[in-house]
């Protein structure tokens, strides 16, 4: 089973680290992983034209935009399950992993039934962050296997987190179980 890790904070620190110890512990349950930085790919704005939406034929749709998207594509449609991860700005995802998400278009029913978690990192509250997630999950009918969330004002903070950790460790090993059984 693959488990493609996709962190959508613009720089280093807690949200990359959360989906990093997440992708860790599906390795040691068995699982083959991979972590997307969202940050360093080139992912243009989705304009909302809907010419890549996917047809009755149910074949995934081809993006106008010409950017380095197209690969992240062909990545989920590998992959058994997703691990999505975000920095809260103003109770909310980050516009990177926001973005990505709509440029998931081209192919979103074709994610149904595979697994997908969330980890979601902020200074002071959490807010809609993970209700995002699950909103985007529950429409692509990805079932939802758990999220960690956890407060932090450093950008290493969460790593002394003994708490959030061991809920990081346990959620990979559940994602990587559940992906197995699939």
């Known amino acids: 089973m693959k488990i493609l890790g996709i962190s959508g904070s613009p720089r280093k620190g807690n949200t990359e680290w959360m989906v990093e110890r997440m992708l860790e512990a599906a390795r040691g349950a068995g699982a083959e992983t991979e972590l997307v930085l969202l940050r360093k790919v080139d992912i243009k704005l989705c304009r909302g034209c809907l010419?890549?939406?996917?047809?009755?034929?149910?074949?995934?749709?081809?993006c106008v935009i010409?950017?380095?998207?197209?690969?992240l594509l062909a990545k989920m449609l590998a992959a058994d399950a997703f691990v999505?991860?975000?920095?809260?700005?103003?109770?909310?995802?980050s516009a990177l992993l926001k973005n990505f998400m709509d440029r998931t278009v081209p192919i979103?029913?074709?994610?149904?039934?595979?697994?997908?978690?969330?980890?979601?990192?902020?200074?002071d509250g959490i807010g809609q962050a993970i209700v995002n997630l699950r909103t985007y999950t529950d429409l692509c009918k990805m079932p939802w296997v758990g999220e960690v969330t956890a407060l932090a004002k450093g950008p290493n903070d969460v790593a002394s987190n003994d708490v959030a950790t061991a809920a990081l460790v346990a959620l990979g090993r559940r994602l990587a179980e559940s992906s197995a059984q699939v």
């Open 108 to 123: 979103w029913p074709l994610l149904k039934g595979k697994r997908a978690a969330g980890v979601a990192v902020a200074e």
């Open 51 to 62: 010419t890549c939406e996917v047809g009755k034929d149910r074949k995934p749709g081809v």
């Open 84 to 93: 999505f991860g975000t920095p809260v700005y103003f109770y909310l995802l």
């Open 66 to 71: 010409k950017d380095e998207m197209a690969p």
